[in-house]
């Protein structure tokens, strides 16, 4: 998956995400949770295109780190929504698997980053 793909990827996700609050009933858990959710999940985007625009290795590993927090903490409020919207549960699965395999997808960058950096400094 080359960069422009994940950027496009990203831009869905917080899409979905979106969607999916816009769907939710109006309470005051929903409500925070859902505020919370819609920062989050739009920075993983936002973040992932600074990194893109990273001006040397170590920014754009830094960038991809905030990339990854911002998906963990995405999908910790998918959980809490799952929680309190049963009846939404399969749409919030499918948001927090795609969240799931998007951190997969930035660790391994990291990891594979990291490896490469070492290997060039031996």
């Known amino acids: 998956m080359n960069s422009e793909m994940l950027k496009q990827r990203t831009k869905a996700y917080s899409i979905s995400i979106a969607k999916l609050i816009s769907s939710l009933s109006y309470n005051v858990v929903n409500k925070n949770y859902s505020n919370q959710l819609v920062r989050c999940s739009s920075s993983v985007g936002a973040n992932y295109r600074a990194a893109c625009r990273a001006k040397s290795t170590a ?64």
Do not use: C, H
Not at 76 to 100: A, M, S
Not at 102 to 111: E, N, W
């Open 59 to 122: 920014d754009f590993v830094n960038k991809l780190k905030i990339v990854e927090e911002e998906l963990d903490e995405t999908m910790f409020f998918l959980e809490l929504l799952e929680e309190f919207n049963p009846n939404e549960k399969d749409i919030i699965r499918k948001n927090w698997e795609e969240g799931n395999e998007l951190l997969s997808i930035i660790v391994a960058s990291i990891v594979t980053i990291r490896r490469n950096e070492q290997n060039r400094k031996s």
